[in-house]
């Protein structure tokens, strides 16, 4: 929610609600408690079966094997603490603690020989109104969801923990060693009232997960007994401390909760999207085409194939998500229906199944949701593996965006030690999400497929562009949203389930990049074009030399990963009722454009806030947790412009210079720079293209 106040001067451990207003007792004492319960019923419809496939997944990774070797952790307890509160928060739990664990914590027969544990909430999705869209799948399904995120939170923090060379296991409701209740007391994060557990501040439901572990840890203190979990001043309403202002979840319940917590439904919609794509001329390429593909298979080159298997997940975090992300790839669905579809009765209205499924989105996770057709050419054209062709199915796409968190990003230079986790965090989520979806459509008689970073038969930038979440940037491959800016992944959903289409949308941008170029100035390997636009492949496009960005990416040795144009962009903002207006005059009056561009650098927006700075710089070697050789520390260099654009030269790598469609990956197929270069020189201008069209 848009927030009054700025939280830059807020550590990240301390999470977004005002806690440490409240009064705490180490004496307090601990009763016995039920968790909150779910309000509404679930009906025939819900979405509770899917969700179960998708738990039972997840409790399998509450365990596993401890590295070899311990991490180089500070010594500070309370630093290894907040690590840890910080990660939780980075997973979206609501509230976090730690506690010490006693004698009779445990079940008789349980194993563990644990001293502390993390403990979080994660609270309960809003729900529709009964008579809105959405209601018959979500209604009844709170709990599960919840449950299903909590153990998730709770599976890679369990795994960040044994990374890092300590014993540790997740545990969640109906899979626990360990007194969930008495334990959230303890941390501080809820108290009993009347025989239910009460978090502060909020009225919604929640649910508890824990990480019990060897590592020792700064513990927290329990809520006092006379303590108010109400707010307890105005300030603390109002979010001075940066915090979530208390009228947050009154605000939300005015808007349906198909429109999502972004008002895009006020963005100029337009019949194509701001730049040209000529949907005849696009040549379908095979994922062998993919650039990561193309490093695993060696045509970058030894050094990218070493690093391919590893370069977003050199980091302990990153890696703890690997299990959940790579084990969802089967549950994503097929283009068979399995079930007689119903048709002609309730789900035959393609707006009102539009509106339920962004409300079911929203409800699970999304940031952001849109809907068009899968038309055939943004399909691959053969698999990456056998070479098998790919049939163009399903004729209606779920867009959904991930925002990577603008906080973390905020403390980052971009390509350090986190920017492998803020995406794999995305990738995640988004897959869970879409997952979930397509599941339920299917035992509902569509057919449905998820599209994920780790499995997709579907182009996801068409598409995002297509479903109007945003306008091609100067960045290049990555459609920019409005409201999050650049900082989002994506995750697809086809199926046969009718739906309305979206509109494409047009803020400016188009305008605004022609002007900025901090992306370009900023990119650690002049890989952005600080020239105009081309074609390439059927589409008018800033195409950025994905060589120089893949290879950069692949072997940052100081990092882990990158993502520095999108943490230096002027549309990476707080989620401010300031930023707001400045994004409304950028929409309103395009004079003020350049005004505006200017007064991002004079600020300082793009660079490091010290104070969100969470993480350890760690990296795995041979499976151990160790102090990196180095670490990316940028900020913003003003003088790189006339450095770089001067020199400039980019490669890019149109169909007749990828591998043949029925290469599989077996085979090395070297890139071919010196005719990447050439292609480029001799790009076609969408001036021209528009010219030769009309003619």
Same mark, same amino acid.
């Given at each position: 929610?848009?927030?009054?106040?700025?939280?830059?001067?807020?550590?990240?451990?301390?999470?977004?609600?005002?806690?440490?207003?409240?009064?705490?007792?180490?004496?307090?004492?601990?009763?016995?408690?039920?968790?909150?319960?779910?309000?509404?019923?679930?009906?025939?419809?819900?979405?509770?079966?899917?969700?179960?496939?998708?738990?039972?997944?997840?409790?399998?990774?509450?365990?596993?094997?401890?590295?070899?070797?311990?991490?180089?952790?500070?010594?500070?307890?309370? !630093?290894?603490?907040?690590?840890?509160?910080?990660?939780?928060?980075?997973?979206?739990?609501?509230?976090?603690?730690?506690?010490?664990?006693?004698?009779?914590?445990?079940?008789?027969?349980?194993?563990?020989?644990?001293?502390?544990?993390?403990?979080?909430?994660?609270?309960?999705?809003?729900?529709?109104?009964?008579?809105?869209?959405?209601?018959?799948?979500?209604?009844?399904?709170?709990?599960?969801?919840?449950?299903?995120?909590?153990?998730?939170?709770?599976?890679?923090?369990?795994?960040?923990?044994? @990374?890092?060379? +300590?014993?540790?296991?997740?545990?969640?409701?109906?899979?626990?060693?360990?007194?969930?209740? $008495?334990?959230?007391?303890?941390?501080?994060?809820?108290?009993?009232?009347?025989?239910?557990?009460?978090?502060?501040?909020?009225?919604?439901?929640?649910?508890?997960?824990? %990480?019990?572990?060897?590592?020792?840890?700064?513990?927290?203190?329990?809520?006092?007994?006379?303590?108010?979990?109400?707010?307890?001043?105005?300030?603390?309403?109002?979010?001075?401390?940066?915090?979530?202002?208390?009228?947050?979840?009154?605000?939300?319940?005015?808007?349906?909760?198909?429109?999502?917590?972004?008002?895009?439904?006020?963005?100029?919609?337009?019949?194509?999207?701001?730049?040209?794509?000529?949907?005849?001329?696009?040549?379908?390429?095979?994922?062998? @085409?993919? !650039?990561?593909?193309? $490093?695993?298979?060696?045509?970058?080159?030894?050094?990218?194939?070493?690093?391919?298997?590893?370069?977003?997940?050199?980091?302990?975090?990153?890696?703890?998500?690997?299990?959940?992300?790579?084990?969802?790839?089967?549950?994503?669905?097929?283009?068979?229906?399995?079930?007689?579809?119903?048709?002609?009765?309730?789900?035959?209205?393609?707006?009102?199944?539009?509106?339920?499924?962004?409300?079911?989105?929203?409800?699970?996770?999304?940031?952001?949701?849109?809907?068009?057709?899968?038309?055939?050419?943004?399909?691959?054209?053969? &698999?990456?593996?056998?070479?098998?062709?790919?049939?163009?199915?399903?004729?209606?796409?779920?867009?959904?965006?991930?925002?990577?968190?603008?906080?973390?990003?905020?403390?980052?230079?971009?390509?350090?030690?986190?920017?492998?986790?803020?995406?794999?965090?995305?990738?995640?989520?988004?897959?869970?999400?879409?997952?979930?979806?397509?599941?339920?459509?299917?035992?509902?008689?569509?057919?449905?497929?998820?599209?994920?970073? @780790?499995?997709?038969?579907?182009?996801?930038?068409?598409?995002?562009?297509?479903?109007?979440?945003?306008?091609?940037?100067?960045?290049?491959?990555? %459609? !920019?949203?409005?409201?999050?800016?650049?900082?989002?992944?994506?995750?697809?959903?086809?199926?046969?389930?009718?739906?309305?289409?979206?509109?494409?949308?047009?803020?400016?941008?188009?305008?605004?990049?022609?002007?900025?170029?901090?992306?370009?100035?900023?990119?650690?390997?002049?890989?952005?074009?600080?020239?105009?636009?081309?074609?390439?492949?059927?589409?008018?496009?800033?195409?950025?030399?994905?060589?120089?960005?893949?290879?950069?990416?692949?072997?940052?040795?100081?990092?882990?990963?990158?993502?520095?144009?999108?943490?230096?962009?002027?549309?990476?903002? &707080?989620?401010?009722?300031?930023?707001?207006?400045?994004?409304?005059?950028?929409?309103?009056?395009?004079?003020?454009?350049?005004?505006?561009?200017?007064?991002?650098?004079?600020?300082?927006?793009?660079?490091?806030?010290?104070?969100?700075?969470?993480?350890?710089?760690?990296?795995? %070697?041979?499976?151990?947790?160790?102090?990196?050789?180095? %670490?990316?520390?940028?900020?913003?260099?003003?003088?790189?412009?006339?450095?770089?654009?001067?020199?400039?030269?980019?490669?890019?790598?149109?169909?007749?210079?990828?591998?043949?469609?029925?290469?599989?990956? @077996?085979?090395?197929?070297?890139?071919?720079?010196?005719?990447?270069?050439?292609? +480029?020189?001799?790009?076609?201008?969408?001036?021209?293209?528009?010219?030769?069209?009309?003619?």
């Amino acid at each position: 929610m848009t927030r009054l106040f700025s939280n830059r001067s807020r550590h990240f451990d301390m999470g977004d609600l005002p806690t440490e207003l409240l009064a705490r007792d180490a004496h307090a004492p601990e009763h016995q408690a039920a968790s909150p319960r779910e309000k509404n019923p679930a009906g025939p419809n819900s979405i509770n079966e899917a969700l179960s496939a998708y738990q039972a997944l997840f409790e399998k990774y509450l365990e596993g094997e401890t590295a070899i070797a311990r991490a180089p952790l500070p010594d500070d307890l309370s !630093l290894r603490s907040k690590n840890l509160k910080a990660c939780a928060y980075f997973l979206d739990a609501t509230l976090a603690g730690v506690c010490a664990i006693d004698a009779m914590d445990g079940l008789p027969q349980s194993p563990l020989k644990h001293t502390h544990a993390l403990v979080f909430l994660v609270e309960f999705s809003r729900e529709p109104k009964s008579d809105e869209s959405g209601a018959a799948w979500i209604h009844g399904s709170n709990k599960a969801r919840t449950d299903a995120r909590a153990t998730e939170v709770a599976v890679v923090l369990a795994g960040y923990v044994r @990374a890092l060379g +300590y014993s540790a296991r997740g545990h969640v409701t109906g899979n626990t060693h360990l007194n969930l209740e $008495a334990l959230a007391q303890r941390a501080g994060i809820a108290r009993c009232e009347g025989g239910v557990l009460q978090m502060p501040f909020l009225r919604r439901g929640f649910a508890i997960a824990a %990480v019990s572990t060897d590592l020792p840890l700064e513990i927290d203190l329990p809520i006092a007994t006379d303590a108010s979990l109400d707010w307890p001043d105005s300030d603390a309403y109002m979010g001075k401390q940066g915090t979530r202002p208390g009228w947050a979840e009154s605000e939300a319940e005015l808007r349906p909760l198909h429109l999502g917590r972004y008002p895009m439904e006020t963005l100029k919609r337009v019949p194509e999207p701001t730049t040209l794509i000529l949907r005849d001329e696009i040549i379908r390429n095979s994922k062998r @085409a993919d !650039l990561f593909t193309r $490093a695993l298979a060696g045509d970058l080159g030894e050094k990218a194939k070493v690093q391919r298997m590893r370069f977003a997940t050199k980091h302990p975090l990153a890696f703890a998500m690997t299990p959940l992300i790579r084990n969802m790839v089967p549950l994503q669905g097929t283009y068979e229906r399995l079930v007689p579809a119903d048709t002609n009765g309730t789900l035959s209205d393609a707006q009102k199944n539009a509106e339920s499924i962004k409300a079911l989105a929203y409800f699970l996770g999304a940031d952001l949701v849109g809907i068009c057709e899968a038309e055939p050419w943004m399909f691959y054209s053969h &698999e990456a593996q056998q070479g098998k062709p790919i049939e163009p199915s399903h004729k209606h796409c779920v867009v959904m965006l991930l925002d990577q968190g603008f906080e973390t990003m905020e403390g980052a230079s971009g390509d350090d030690w986190i920017s492998g986790a803020q995406s794999m965090r995305s990738y995640m989520r988004g897959a869970f999400i879409a997952g979930v979806m397509g599941a339920h459509l299917r035992r509902l008689g569509f057919s449905s497929r998820a599209h994920t970073n @780790a499995e997709s038969d579907v182009l996801h930038i068409p598409a995002t562009l297509l479903a109007g979440l945003g306008e091609l940037s100067r960045i290049g491959e990555l %459609v !920019l949203n409005p409201f999050i800016g650049p900082r989002s992944k994506s995750v697809l959903l086809t199926t046969d389930l009718p739906l309305a289409f979206d509109q494409p949308i047009d803020f400016g941008l188009q305008s605004v990049c022609n002007m900025c170029l901090k992306c370009a100035r900023e990119c650690p390997c002049n890989a952005i074009p600080f020239g105009p636009k081309v074609m390439f492949n059927g589409y008018e496009i800033w195409k950025p030399d994905v060589e120089k960005c893949g290879k950069y990416r692949l072997t940052n040795m100081k990092g882990s990963a990158c993502g520095r144009c999108m943490k230096t962009c002027p549309y990476n903002r &707080e989620d401010l009722v300031e930023s707001s207006r400045l994004l409304e005059l950028s929409i309103k009056v395009p004079s003020a454009r350049r005004a505006l561009i200017d007064y991002d650098d004079q600020i300082g927006a793009g660079m490091r806030n010290s104070v969100k700075r969470w993480w350890f710089d760690l990296e795995i %070697v041979n499976g151990v947790c160790v102090s990196p050789s180095g %670490v990316n520390e940028r900020d913003l260099d003003l003088d790189r412009t006339n450095k770089l654009a001067q020199n400039q030269k980019l490669a890019f790598f149109p169909p007749h210079l990828q591998p043949r469609t029925e290469t599989t990956i @077996a085979t090395t197929v070297p890139l071919d720079r010196e005719a990447g270069l050439d292609a +480029y020189a001799h790009a076609e201008k969408p001036s021209q293209a528009k010219k030769r069209k009309k003619q």
